[in-house]
Every structure is written in structure tokens, then in C-alpha cells.
């Protein structure tokens, strides 16, 4: 079993959808979790980061953590064909020297459709 | 915004020969760089994590003299491929740690360089 496991896709949503994008892992040491986007030929764009559970939301965009069950997700309001990338979830265990320990998924490809 | 600036975007080199990309840290200053390499639908693998002024680490299975990091100042990171092979061919990312590299210190990420090896 991978310790991060993303669907890959690709998720293909109408403009204007609600979507809604995961993540599991088997760490629970994880504590510090990340959502990235990433367009084509470019390197990752941090969207949101939460430590512990909970919600955390900033524009279009939400994040949940659920540590009981290892799962985390973010969704986005209002998709807009501009969203199209690849979207990468980021966990870590460490507060000191985290950015070593990070543990990536493999992405999940959306494709927003005007 | 932090930046990190990445360059080359892309290169194409012969087989054998060294090809060195560069990160920089444009508006802020990073102790803490690391370099990742990315293959097709994959994920980021963590290749080796540079400290300013010190030998730089690299994860397990990483051939160091191979990829050769040198992190001389505290706003330029820079990778070397040596001698390199067409399996060397992938997209090399890098990030900058904004901060002390704690959970307060987003990574920011270069734009990446497209490496293939003819």
C-alpha cells in the first residue's frame, strides 16, 4: 500500500461545478497537510495547508482533514475552466524540518469544461 | 508573492555530457532548498534536500556524485547532472523553504526544468 493514494483521474467537471478532490493515507503520524496545483510543464502552486483536522477555506476553496480516517479533501466552488490542473496533496509528520518529510500523491488531472 | 525562479525551463543534452540547473529565491531568503524529480503522472520524489553553506542530503538510492548540489548563497541552489544518460531524462523541480523550514515556512517551487538526454 502507498502512503498517499489520490485517484488520478481524469475528473472532468462542467464550469461551474462543485469539486471535490481526495486523498488517503496510512501515516497517522501525518500532521501537516498540503493541497497543491499544478499546470502543465510547471511546478506546484501551494493552494492550501491545515494542521490537524478540521476545515479551512479561502475563496473557492475548502479543506478538510479527517485524521480518524485518514482521508483528506479539497473542494472547489464554482470550478472554472482556469482550474483545469493537476492537483497534488502534501502531508507531513514533522514541524521541524518538515519540508524534508513531505510525502506527495500522485495527483489527481481536472479538467474544468466550459 | 515568494518567488522561486528555475532555469533552464528546458535542455537537451548528449549523452555524457553535464548539464547544471539553477533555483533561485527571488524575494526572499532560503537556508533550506530542496530538488525533486518527476516522471510522467507521477508524483514529486524528494532527490536531496540543500543547506546553504553545507553539504547537501540526499534520500536513499540517490547517487550523489551523479547530481551534484551546491547551495552557495542564501538565494541560489544550483543541481548538476554529470555525466548524464537518457534515463536521466525527467522534469527536475526544486523549492525553497520561506523561512526556518518549519510547518510556518510554505515550500515554494520553481516553474521546473524538462531535462532529455540524447
Known amino acids: 500500500q502507498k502512503e498517499v493514494e489520490q485517484d488520478p483521474g481524469p475528473l472532468s467537471v462542467p464550469e461551474g461545478a462543485i469539486v471535490s478532490l481526495n486523498c488517503t493515507y496510512s501515516n497517522s503520524a501525518f500532521q501537516y497537510f498540503m493541497w497543491y496545483r499544478q499546470y502543465s510543464r510547471k511546478g506546484p502552486e501551494l493552494l492550501m495547508y491545515t494542521y490537524s483536522s478540521g476545515n479551512k477555506e479561502d475563496g473557492r476553496f475548502t479543506a478538510q482533514v479527517d485524521k480518524s480516517s485518514k482521508y483528506i479533501s479539497l473542494f472547489i466552488r464554482d470550478s472554472q475552466p482556469s482550474d483545469s490542473a493537476t492537483y497534488l496533496c502534501a502531508m507531513s509528520a514533522s514541524r521541524r524540518n518538515y519540508g524534508q518529510n513531505f510525502v506527495f500523491g500522485p495527483g489527481t488531472r481536472l479538467s474544468v469544461l466550459p | 508573492g515568494a518567488v522561486v525562479s528555475q532555469h533552464p525551463s528546458w535542455v537537451i543534452c548528449k549523452s555524457g555530457t553535464s548539464v547544471k540547473i539553477e533555483c533561485r529565491s527571488l524575494?526572499?531568503?532560503?537556508?533550506?532548498m530542496f530538488w525533486y524529480r518527476q516522471f510522467p503522472k507521477q508524483s514529486l520524489m524528494l532527490m536531496a534536500t540543500s543547506n546553504e553553506g553545507s553539504k547537501a542530503t540526499y534520500e536513499q538510492g540517490v547517487e550523489k556524485d551523479k547530481f551534484l548540489i551546491n547551495h552557495a548563497s542564501l538565494t541560489l541552489s544550483t543541481l548538476t547532472v554529470t555525466s548524464a544518460h537518457p534515463e536521466d531524462s525527467s522534469f527536475y523541480i526544486c523549492?525553497?523553504?520561506?523561512?526556518?523550514?518549519?510547518?510556518?515556512?510554505?515550500?515554494?517551487f520553481g516553474n521546473g526544468t524538462r531535462l532529455t538526454v540524447t
Open positions: 523549492s525553497a523553504a520561506q523561512g526556518d523550514n518549519s510547518y510556518n515556512s510554505p515550500l515554494h
Open positions: 524575494d526572499f531568503q532560503a537556508t533550506t
